[in-house]
């Protein structure tokens, strides 16, 4: 079978996980948050994962060599969800990984309330409102502004697809916390372990991964060690290498 | 005038402030939970500071060197309430400082409501349950554990002592985050700036610092560069160092 590229697309290969993704920098390229996301992530060794606002599906594609889960990933946008679905073909992982076209808001179409072991989702980062600065490129500013969903629908819809015990991680803006973390009560997910990515060092944090478990107990909320995403000489740090290219 | 030192307690130096404290290992000793506390708050540079779970009053001692406003320590215990203004007389401070011995609960009987600008406060950490594994010295088990006060009650005080945009800056550990700002938004104080203290690299945080402004915007929360108390040798931090003695 011969998977198609097109003239604006390429092909990038992330050398830890030794995986191929179709990228567009016209619709949209998955970026450090993405790798970073995949990398926090507690696995089930089986079952079943939802990636919601899977984009081109980068999250999923590295989550799969961590994992014998079947992985969905969930995209509003039919030409991201084209790519990813075929970058899983690129990657022969069509038994493993599907890509869906689908509104997150009618993903119980397609999976069943209370079935799912792990949710994973770098959801739209910036509040819409009328003044924001969004990007005129309209499949960028969809994966960046909550203009189709937002915080408090992606998690209600993760919670509703969790079982008992499953799992949330997510990847967000720091200044958010205060209202995931209230999100996340009201939905019945317990924050279990945060971290805080730090552009460098001596900056404020502008990145954080929360894991959240349904129905679990309150307390023993872990704060992770720091992440630094850059050195001092503005190249990726030993820890970012080590996730990116398995150094 | 003579203060006088009794022989189970020693005068030690905070070098960076210049400031010398009255310590007893037998009731009480600031740690760098009250330097960091400290050195974490925005200072007015006058008006009106509250130290509430005083201790030995080593933050309000700090703080004085970097504001001219009077500073009350609050203090349940009568035997560190005086050392603190033994320590107070010590360092000539009587002007700017006072430490009163007085529940908390009690504290409307000295200062009206509405009326400060920067509540700090290092309270006791560990919940009180039956099963909790408390110092068998009453002294440092009041300090710890939540006996005599707990976390609702310092920041619902906190938040009715200050001013509208007054300030309150609490030491705390991270396992109790989301407690720490529900309760926060449960008085109407706005999380503004949290930084987390690592032991070292790689390991998890074990202290937090928190700003929360009254009746303050709810966006805008800043989450500081981290700070690790040792490094790799097992000695404190550069970071750690500049902040105790100035280097």
Known sequence: MEIKIANNERIDQLYAED?????????????????????????????VIVDLCAGNGAVGLFLSRRTQAK????????????MGQR????????????????????????????SVDLVVCNPPYFKESATSHKNPNQHLAIARHEIHTNLKEVVQVSSKLL???????????????????????EFHLAPKRIQFIYPK????????????IKYGK???????????????????????????YGD
């Not at 619709?27 to 990398?39: E, P, R």
């Not at 890509?99 to 397609?110: A, I, Y």
């Not at 850059?230 to 080590?242: L, P």
């Open 19 to 47: 995986v191929k993704i179709i990228q567009s920098k016209d619709v949209f390229s998955f970026s450090l948050d993405a790798v970073l996301l995949a990398h926090f992530a507690s696995t089930p060794a089986k079952g």
């Open 71 to 82: 992985i969905t990933g969930i995209e509003l946008q039919e030409r991201l969800a084209d």
């Open 87 to 114: 970058s899983i073909q690129l990657n022969q992982l069509e038994k493993q990984i599907q890509m869906v076209h689908l509104d997150l808001k009618n993903v119980f179409q397609l999976i069943e309330a209370d």
């Open 163 to 185: 079982k008992t015990n499953g799992k949330l991680s997510l990847v967000h803006r720091p200044e958010r916390l205060v209202e995931i973390l209230n999100t996340f009560q």
């Open 201 to 212: 060092k001596a900056k404020e944090a502008n990145m954080l991964l929360i894991e959240g």
């Open 218 to 244: 309150v307390d023993g909320l872990k704060l992770l060690p720091p992440l630094f995403a850059y050195n001092d000489q503005g190249t990726y740090s030993d820890e970012i290498r080590s996730i990116l």
